[in-house]
């Protein structure tokens, strides 16, 4: 299994450009997430996904959209960057509800200039 | 809302040193706790994790215990190493139900000496 996989690894952006982050997962797992990590902030639920067809805002959704049209892939779409979404973006699934723990993938650095 | 604070970094150690990395939590209920460790220039990846109250988690050395008396999952390791260096993260994630979601604290970063 190549577990969670994220494209881009880095990405430069000019302000008001589009872009989509590709996750895709063989793990056949329900649960899909997008994360951001910024200094001294920890990680931050942006989308999550509990199925195909299933989406739901986290906690910092705003200029991000997200659709789960397979069980294997969940992309993050940028509709229009701005300086403030410069962070790096980690991708992670889990296998169901209950006490599992989540995979994570080795994140995208996106700098928008 | 839930939350998880965690000691604030940096923390610098010798190497064979002691390290404690506290961790508490405001959650209702019973969540399951968890530690990740982030290398540099990597994702995260679950170093332990504790499921009920009194449950120690262990791995590489490291162990934290779920108290929930004192909502804390404080990480442990006797003797760290140089490979250790990288940014704990505790986090937790509410039982039962559907919920998926993964609550995280702001990362401690370690560096250890040779």
């Known amino acids: 299994n190549a577990g969670v996989t994220q494209t881009p690894k880095f990405q430069v952006l000019k302000t008001g450009q589009s872009m989509t982050l590709q996750c895709a997962q063989d793990?056949?797992?329900?649960?899909m997430s997008w994360y951001r990590q910024d200094p001294g902030m920890g990680l931050r639920l942006i989308h999550y996904s509990v199925g195909a067809g299933i989406t739901d805002q986290g906690e910092v959704p705003n200029g991000y959209n997200v659709s789960r049209s397979t069980t294997e892939d969940f992309p993050l779409r940028l509709l229009s960057a701005a300086p403030s979404q410069t962070s790096v973006y980690f991708c992670a699934s889990s296998p169901s509800a209950g006490r599992y723990e989540q995979y994570f993938g080795p994140g995208t650095r996106l700098t928008v200039t | 809302g839930d939350s998880v604070t965690q000691m604030e970094g940096p923390v610098t150690l010798s190497e064979e040193a002691f390290l404690t990395i506290n961790c508490t939590y405001t959650a209702t209920g019973y969540p399951s706790l968890f530690w990740y460790v982030q290398y540099p220039g990597e994702g995260l990846q679950l170093l332990l994790k504790?499921?009920?109250?009194?449950d120690k988690g262990s791995n590489k050395g490291f162990e934290a215990t779920y108290r929930k008396e004192t909502t804390s999952f404080h990480l442990e390791k006797g003797s760290v190493q140089v490979s250790d260096s990288a940014v704990y993260f505790c986090a937790l994630k509410k039982s039962g139900g559907s919920n998926y979601k993964l609550t995280f604290g702001k990362g401690t970063l370690l560096t250890v000496n040779p």
């Open positions: 793990m056949n797992h329900e649960y």
């Open positions: 504790a499921t009920k109250a009194d």
